[in-house]
């Protein structure tokens, strides 16, 4: 497994520098990014879809990215795909523990911006996915629960951005119930998935914190059972009821 993407990301806090007036990212790179949203026409918009995906996958400099989450029991999984020029199918899978949809969505689609970015001479991105509402919170920049996610892929983006004056990314959107080829492989494969909850492994940060959290609450029971057993043991109790016997007889 392939922890490159799995980074802990700062917290969110007011003074952000992409919340700073004047620095905001939607009023510098406006012409960098596009939605396409799905038109009342089914058949024109899958046609446009279609040709966007063959002129995408023919261009070595362009990469399409497919995520799609499904949440079983309590756990979110998320999964993108990632189809570039004469390579093979990069596939992501994530699973999380009591999130929303949204943010699994946000997640989904931060790991593979992630991950298209970091793709050598690369310029332009297409985002297929069928949440586009999660994905217009990456340019909403006012009070909602997903603001650490907004600030994350922003950064990303806007360096993205500044590396060359040609990079734009395009959000497009593909209901599951349409069946669009590519899309459906991903949906099937979050619908198809067993969601097993999997232990963290002993290197990550979350295990560290929960053993150290373990250790603090052993070493308090263990205080705390020692003052039990010497309150309670013989020669004390004894010695404590002598005393009180002795002032109260």
Same mark, same amino acid.
């Given at each position: 497994?392939?922890?490159?993407?799995?980074?802990? /990301?700062?917290?969110?806090? @007011?003074?952000?520098?992409?919340?700073?007036?004047?620095?905001?990212?939607? +009023?510098?790179? /406006?012409?960098?990014? &596009?939605?396409?949203?799905? &038109?009342?026409?089914?058949?024109?918009?899958?046609?446009?879809?279609?040709?966007?995906?063959?002129?995408? %996958? &023919?261009?070595?400099?362009?990469?399409?990215?497919?995520?799609?989450?499904?949440?079983?029991?309590?756990?979110?999984?998320?999964?993108?795909?990632?189809?570039?020029?004469?390579?093979?199918?990069?596939?992501?899978?994530?699973?999380?523990?009591?999130?929303?949809?949204?943010?699994?969505?946000?997640?989904?689609? =931060?790991?593979?911006?992630? =991950?298209?970015? +970091?793709?050598?001479?690369?310029?332009?991105?297409?985002?297929?996915?069928?949440?586009?509402?999660?994905?217009?919170?990456?340019?909403?920049?006012?009070?909602?629960?997903?603001?650490?996610?907004?600030?994350?892929?922003? =950064?990303?983006?806007?360096?993205? @951005? %500044?590396?060359?004056?040609?990079?734009?990314?395009?959000? *497009?959107?593909?209901?599951?119930?349409?069946? *669009?080829?590519?899309?459906?492989?991903?949906?099937?494969?979050?619908?198809?998935?067993?969601?097993?909850? &999997?232990?963290?492994?002993?290197?990550? *940060? +979350?295990?560290?914190?929960?053993?150290?959290?373990?250790?603090?609450?052993?070493? /308090?029971?263990?205080?705390?059972?020692? %003052?039990? %057993?010497?309150?309670?043991?013989?020669?004390?109790? @004894? @010695?404590?009821?002598?005393?009180?016997?002795?002032?109260?007889?």
């Amino acid at each position: 497994m392939n922890n490159k993407y799995n980074k802990f /990301s700062p917290l969110f806090y @007011f003074f952000n520098e992409e919340f700073k007036p004047g620095n905001h990212f939607i +009023d510098l790179f /406006s012409n960098y990014f &596009s939605f396409h949203s799905y &038109s009342p026409n089914v058949k024109k918009h899958i046609e446009k879809l279609d040709d966007k995906a063959f002129r995408a %996958l &023919s261009n070595p400099s362009s990469i399409i990215v497919i995520s799609d989450t499904g949440i079983k029991n309590y756990i979110a999984i998320s999964i993108s795909h990632i189809h570039s020029f004469n390579k093979p199918v990069i596939k992501t899978i994530h699973r999380a523990v009591n999130v929303t949809t949204t943010k699994a969505e946000l997640f989904a689609i =931060q790991c593979g911006i992630n =991950q298209a970015i +970091d793709i050598a001479n690369i310029n332009h991105i297409v985002i297929i996915t069928d949440s586009l509402h999660a994905t217009r919170r990456i340019f909403d920049f006012s009070l909602h629960p997903y603001q650490i996610h907004s600030v994350v892929i922003s =950064q990303k983006l806007r360096e993205f @951005f %500044l590396k060359d004056v040609s990079n734009h990314i395009k959000f *497009w959107n593909c209901p599951s119930k349409q069946k *669009w080829l590519l899309h459906y492989l991903v949906d099937k494969d979050s619908k198809n998935m067993v969601p097993t909850s &999997s232990f963290p492994c002993k290197s990550s *940060w +979350d295990f560290c914190r929960k053993k150290k959290c373990d250790l603090i609450l052993s070493l /308090s029971e263990v205080e705390s059972g020692g %003052l039990h %057993l010497f309150f309670f043991s013989f020669p004390f109790s @004894f @010695f404590f009821w002598f005393i009180f016997l002795f002032f109260y007889s």
